[in-house]
């Protein structure tokens, strides 16, 4: 049977682990081609709070696609870094043909801090990856998509951050608001091709993003060193649906559903993936 | 994560779905969307006619096409005549339905009908047809299915049909775009008052959809007031320039498969959203 996104391909930035390695591996599930990039390396200012992704990982995700029987090309890039990012993607193009969906994903989460104590430095770096990261995103891969003609989806990673406010996370709660604004502009600039941009904005997500010490104190500051039980029951009264956080294929589900045909009339739209978190 | 379908494939394999509204248009196309990914139906519909309604609704005869399809396809469908302003008719045949095939799991609340008039001009029936049926009748939809769906203890997917209309203000329809307004309200509602069953409620916001409620002279004429007797082609660009993308509108299987998506199991951590597929009207 014919996958949902068969023959086309697909470029996930920050697809060495987490969200990302598992849009490569449930679009490549449904017959999709995977262009591949992620920094693979610590950033200085998120070190603190939990590791990078390595290159091991990023080897990882092509493992998991190629058991799949899809091509994939993966390349380290770094999303702050247009030039670096566009050969990434050029090359990706030259190798399996086309682009068809574009998978913003990358991110940072530092956090912590009132907006008025954030450091310029974590300010910056929340502010180049997560938003200007994405437009990179966007600006190398709209020239391949409006190209070929043949319309596409752009599927940018938003947060319920982005829908709603959130104390100690001024860096990051701005930037993913900032690419619901990058959204809307794409969408509209982009419906004469027939390309669609929509963002899709999860609740926690059970990734090293959130299960790591640092984060889980963040939710628990009484307890000196909180456990991943103890910080869910915490995360649980977040969300309306009787559950602590989303697993990485729930929103790779929304992913699929964006970049299918089954979406070919959705544009400019956030869609939550949340377990009731913003409406609660 | 779909160990809750045994056997069978389809994305909503041995699933019931209950669909108001079903003898045509976006509703018959739901009820062979989710037949074809494996789920049986309980399909309701007036199957007559509204006296403030301008344009032919669905009959016995379209019902009765429907039970066709759906069984062509090899599932079960209990299809009955009922108005979703009559509760107790209503839920007589959901009980009904779910008696014969076992269980509800999802529910698509999707009859509604279409009339204009400005908003001071508006005649009492017209208004209150108007909220009878696009608003309390979604309610009573909605209150119909819930026990059956608390009682399962298996959680479930209620879908409301609202309109791209919520999404910006629109002339000549104030009762339409205030009962679709309402019908956000009330999906906020539920979803937060049956998200501790993992019942999860959700509403579709489409921009036209290119069914019998559009494709009549009555509605072609309110974008082409100049012509006595538009045809689809006359008011094709008048419809196009409400929508980003370059359509004039969608087609009833494009909402079905966003249905689809919010009722199978891929959707299992998303409530309370109200989904545009509205081919960017709401962003226009």
């Not at chain 1, 590791?51 to 696609?65: C, F, N, R």
């Not at chain 2, 999802?106 to 508006?122: D, P, Q």
């Not at chain 2, 769906?149 to 629109?170: D, W």
Request: glycine residues 8%.
């Amino acid at each position: 049977m014919a996958g949902r996104v068969q023959g086309k391909v697909a470029f996930i930035t920050g697809a060495a682990r987490g969200q990302g390695r598992s849009h490569a591996v449930r679009l490549a599930e449904e017959g999709a081609d995977i262009i591949a990039v992620d920094i693979a390396e610590d950033i200085d200012s998120v070190r603190r709070f939990y590791p990078g992704a390595t290159e091991a990982d990023l080897d990882e995700t092509v493992k998991e696609v190629e058991a799949l029987d899809r091509r994939i090309v993966a390349a380290k890039a770094d999303v702050r870094d247009y030039d670096g990012l566009k050969a990434a993607l050029d090359d990706g193009v030259a190798q399996l043909g086309h682009v068809d969906i574009v998978s913003a994903n990358a991110a940072i989460w530092i956090f912590g801090d009132l907006a008025h104590e954030v450091a310029e430095r974590d300010w910056q770096d929340v502010i180049d990856v997560n938003l200007t990261g994405v437009w990179h995103t966007a600006k190398a891969a709209i020239p391949h998509l409006i190209g070929q003609g043949t319309g596409g989806s752009i599927i940018i990673t938003s947060s319920t951050a982005g829908l709603k406010g959130t104390p100690y996370s001024a860096q990051y709660t701005t930037s993913k608001h900032a690419v619901i604004g990058l959204m809307r502009t794409l969408a509209l600039e982009l419906a004469p091709h027939s390309i669609r941009v929509n963002t899709v904005n999860p609740t926690g997500v059970d990734t090293i993003m959130i299960q790591n010490e640092t984060t889980w104190k963040l939710f628990l500051p009484d307890i000196e060193h909180p456990t991943r039980e103890q910080a869910a029951e915490v995360f649980a009264t977040t969300n309306a649906l009787p559950v602590p956080w989303v697993e990485p294929r729930d929103v790779s589900n929304a992913v699929l559903f964006l970049a299918s045909d089954e979406a070919r009339y959705i544009t400019g739209v956030t869609l939550p993936v949340d377990a009731g978190y913003t409406l609660k | 994560m779909a160990g809750r379908v045994a056997g069978g494939a389809g994305r909503v394999a041995g699933r019931v779905a209950f669909i108001t509204g079903a003898a045509r248009g976006q509703g018959r196309s739901h009820a062979v969307r989710l037949a074809e990914e494996g789920a049986d139906i309980i399909a309701v519909d007036l199957c007559g006619q509204v006296a403030s309604v301008r344009y032919p609704l669905a009959t016995s005869a379209d019902l009765a096409e429907t039970v066709r399809q759906v069984e062509a396809l090899d599932r079960r469908i209990i299809a009955a005549q009922a108005d979703v302003r009559d509760y107790a008719g209503l839920k007589q045949a959901l009980d009904e339905g779910v008696a014969q095939l076992g269980r509800l799991d999802i529910v698509s609340a999707n009859a509604g009908i279409l009339s204009h008039g400005l908003a001071a001009e508006l005649d009492e029936t017209t208004w209150q047809e108007m909220i009878d049926i696009n608003l309390t009748g979604v309610w009573h939809t909605a209150k119909a299915a819930i026990p059956h769906l608390i009682a399962s203890g298996r959680g479930g997917s209620i879908i409301l049909t609202s309109s791209g209309v919520t999404l910006k203000g629109t002339p000549n329809f104030a009762h339409y775009v205030s009962a679709k307004h309402g019908i956000v309200g009330l999906m906020r509602t539920l979803a937060l008052e049956l998200a501790r069953h993992s019942i999860r409620v959700n509403s579709l916001h489409p921009t036209s959809v290119f069914t019998g409620m559009l494709r009549n002279e009555e509605t072609l004429r309110l974008f082409r007031p100049d012509l006595r007797s538009p045809t689809v082609d006359d008011a094709r660009p008048a419809f196009q320039a409400t929508n980003a993308l370059p359509v004039p509108w969608v087609e009833p299987a494009d909402i079905s498969d966003a249905v689809l998506f919010l009722a199978s199991d891929e959707a299992r951590y998303i409530t309370g959203v109200p989904l545009p597929v509205d081919a960017g009207f709401g962003i226009k």
